[in-house]
């Protein structure tokens, strides 16, 4: 009864602490967007001044594959981070994006990507599991938590993970390890912001919840036919 007890209350005080981190990280997130987006006559998407090309990384997709900056070139893509764990904000983004993908009547030219910021739990099945239930046009991907760091850091993606190990509340942050005593009871801390990569596998916009899919379906259908 004792460790049932423990349990539950480190599960009650990870859920205050993602709580508040996930809060801090929102509005990291809308004071990080005035800073370099610019406005737009779009209805949800803001741009960037300018195109950034991808960096090189490697990751693995929901295959097995090994992709990297290639993996989006000839169609835009809508990559959001995330775990298949996550109880609210990515099943509800990921069923908005799937939407997105349902409306969309030319489907060579939009993808949705998500990649998942929790490598140790997210095996490439779980992973492949996961982003089929939403919509067979969502490309999972994974990686060792260093290369998803760089990803992550490029995009300006912020995360950790909170765990409690000997009563303490640990931090691990983006690109190190879980410590090896850690479990498989810890919380991910993630942005919920989405980022936008054109055809040319360049990093040129973002959008953050909260969104209908037809909204962004019409900034898509404009950005396409550009």
């Known amino acids: 009864m004792t460790g049932q007890t423990n349990t539950a209350a480190n599960k009650k005080m990870l859920a205050i602490v993602f709580s508040v981190v996930i809060l801090l990280s929102m509005g990291l997130g809308v004071v990080a967007g005035a800073q370099y987006f610019s406005p737009s006559s779009l209805n949800v998407t803001q741009l960037l001044p300018a195109p ?15 992709v990297g900056p290639m993996q989006f070139k000839g169609q835009w893509s809508l990559v959001f981070f995330g775990f298949t764990s996550c109880p609210d904000f990515c099943p509800l983004e990921l069923q908005k994006l799937a939407k997105v993908l349902a409306l969309n009547e030319n489907r060579e030219l939009l993808s949705v990507v998500f990649i998942s910021v929790d490598p140790e739990r997210d095996t490439r099945e779980k ?25 992550a850091q490029f995009f300006g993606a912020a995360y950790d993970r909170s765990v409690i190990i000997d009563g303490k509340v640990l931090t691990v942050p983006a690109g190190i ?50």
């Open 127 to 151: 992973l492949a599991g996961y982003v089929s239930f939403f919509s067979p046009g969502i490309l999972g991907l994974r990686g060792g938590n260093g290369e998803l760091a760089k990803v």
């Open 177 to 226: 390890n879980m410590p090896t005593n850690a479990g498989d009871i810890y919380q991910v801390n993630h942005s919920t912001r989405i980022f936008l990569v054109n055809p040319a596998a360049e990093f040129v916009g973002t959008f953050a919840p909260p969104f209908e899919a037809e909204t962004l379906l019409a900034d898509m259908q404009q950005l396409m036919g550009r």
């Open 52 to 66: 950034k090309s991808l960096p090189e990384f490697s990751l693995e997709n929901h295959r097995g594959q090994l």
